[in-house]
């Protein structure tokens, strides 16, 4: 297929940079120097090599090391200079007109330490505060542009989901079936790269693993893990051959012109026990429930309490979301040019749902030994509750 890369758009830039405007006179901070990938690629439309510092007062100002005249390609901010070095960063803020700050906000959630003591040195005299909340905060609620791209994702995720159905085959690896399907994810135009902010998170894709490998607990906070193809990854698909009658669990991220897509479906060469059956539509009625109940103004940990509450009556407390003590503590999280993005659906989130912001939504059930039920979709936040974007057949697909 052919596809155009996209520019992020001047007015969605504009919009952006005067909202985290707004963050930091509500944080009383003078400035935000942005150095992130994601983060750069929101506010500034590239991820060339690059300082962007935007002040309360004044126009933005990127500052780019390698490359220049991508970044100039790139990006519609409209003051680019390059930079040598990180140290001449108050020089060149004085040459373009902005005194060094005496407040500075950084994204302190994802900066090493190392490079946060190198700014203390390069801003000698500046107070370096954490501006990641108010960089999250902004991004969380979306705009009409990000929904067209996210809603295109999630296209993109029901062909992906519909291509398992003519590779899937007994006997294939987990790894085999993977790779298959990633060459159908690549030729619709999967960018290839899964952003996640949270340390130490890695993702290649997402997960697909059947029958008992899928229900491998691992580190990542997931309720899925998989036996993997060693301990050097730890998640994901393995060398395990398919075998009829066992649940397929097919949890990929198709990332689109920079937005993400998370969706979940089920497949079984011949058929499932009925007890995994009546599991996954259990799961079906529970993400109806949280559909309606997730409007705007409700607490994103009321929710979460809900779903549990939901999934107890239902006699699956001890498998839902993980087994056992490894269960984990939300039911969906935010989604946009990375996978955990504000608002997150768990235990204690004090966060207020707004109308746009994009939740994957992710009921499931684990069973050690056995394998993996459930769903996931990617969803917009609505006066009406969530509006759910991929399509594809929820119900156990047989193949």
Do not use: C
Not at 56 to 70: A, E, I, T, Y
Not at 310 to 326: I, K
Request: no cysteine; aromatic share 6%; net charge negative.
């Amino acid at each position: 297929m052919t596809m155009t890369p996209q520019t992020t758009p001047r007015t969605e830039i504009d919009s952006r940079i005067a909202q985290l405007k707004s963050q930091l006179a509500h944080k009383k901070l003078d400035a935000a120097l942005i150095v992130q990938n994601s983060d750069l690629f929101y506010f500034a439309g590239t991820i060339q090599q690059a300082h962007l510092f935007v002040p309360l007062d004044g126009d933005p100002l990127l500052m780019v090391r390698k490359d220049f005249d991508r970044a100039r390609a790139e990006s519609t901010i409209d003051r680019i200079v390059p930079i040598a070095s990180s140290r001449k960063l108050p020089d060149l803020l004085r040459q373009n007109g902005h005194p060094v700050p005496h407040r500075l906000g950084m994204e302190l959630d994802v900066i090493p330490a190392n490079l946060y003591l190198g700014y203390r040195e390069i801003f000698t005299g500046a107070e370096i505060s954490d501006v990641s909340s108010a960089v999250r905060s902004v991004r969380a609620v979306k705009s009409a542009y990000e929904i067209e791209l996210i809603t295109a994702a999630a296209a993109y995720s029901d062909q992906v989901a519909a291509s398992v159905l003519d590779i899937l085959q007994e006997g294939l690896t987990e790894v085999e079936l993977a790779g298959l399907v990633e060459s159908r994810a690549r030729q619709l135009g999967h960018q290839g790269v899964i952003r996640m902010r949270l340390w130490g998170s890695e993702m290649f894709y997402g997960h697909l693993m059947a029958g008992p490998s899928a229900a491998v607990p691992s580190f990542l906070a997931s309720p899925t893990g998989g036996a993997s193809v060693g301990p050097a990854v730890a998640q994901g698909a393995g060398f395990r051959k398919i075998q009829r009658h066992e649940p397929v669990l097919v949890d990929y991220v198709f990332a689109h012109q920079g937005y993400l897509s998370d969706h979940t479906r089920i497949f079984a060469i011949g058929s499932l026990p009925d007890e995994l059956l009546q599991a996954h539509q259990a799961m079906l009625a529970l993400q109806a429930e949280i559909k309606k109940t997730a409007l705007p103004g409700v607490t994103a940990g009321d929710i979460y309490e809900k779903a549990v509450r939901l999934a107890t009556e239902m006699g699956y407390a001890d498998n839902f979301m993980g087994a056992g003590n490894r269960r984990i503590r939300f039911v969906g999280h935010g989604v946009g040019i990375e996978l955990d993005e504000y608002p997150f659906l768990a235990d204690g989130q004090t966060q207020k749902l707004q109308s746009g912001m994009v939740i994957a939504l992710e009921p499931k059930l684990i069973f050690p030994g056995t394998g993996v039920v459930g769903i996931e979709n990617t969803h917009v936040v609505t006066p009406e509750g969530l509006h759910q974007l991929g399509q594809f057949n929820e119900e156990v697909n047989i193949v």
